[in-house]
């Protein structure tokens, strides 16, 4: 499985943004997919994670009630719906894959990672 993230961008504060994690292979499905996100001179932190199904998310307390987690399979996508962005969630934000859902908390477990995507949010 090979994932790959996009839908990154300049936006204002309170302005709305969703990125895109596509993923390759046939075991996508089989895949928990989690949301990094590492601002410079930061470590990489956790955002969100949704389960193989999509049956079950889970979020960061800084975006919760902001950012929404949702997968298509049928599609190999699972998207980070960002609503009310802040200049704080300014980072690059990456996708994360493992089988097990409950693994994808700390960066330093993660194996399979897609490329960054750029969000910047301006006062």
């Known amino acids: 499985v090979q994932l790959q993230a996009s839908g990154g961008g300049l936006v204002q504060a309170g302005a709305s943004l969703r990125l895109s994690c596509v993923g390759s292979?046939?075991?996508?499905?089989?895949?928990?997919v989690g949301w990094f996100r590492q601002a410079p001179g930061k470590e990489r932190e956790f955002v969100a994670r949704i389960s193989s199904r999509g049956g079950l998310t889970y979020y960061s307390g800084s975006v919760k009630g902001r950012f929404t987690t949702s997968r298509d399979n049928a599609k190999n996508t699972v998207y980070l719906q960002m609503n009310s962005l802040k200049p704080e969630d300014t980072a690059v934000y990456y996708c994360?894959?493992?089988?097990?859902?409950?693994?994808?908390?700390?960066?330093?477990?993660?194996?399979?990672w897609g490329q960054g995507t750029q969000v910047t949010v301006s006062s």
């Open positions: 292979g046939r075991t996508f499905s089989s895949y928990a």
């Open positions: 994360a894959g493992d089988p097990e859902y409950n693994n994808i908390m700390l960066a330093s477990n993660i194996r399979l």
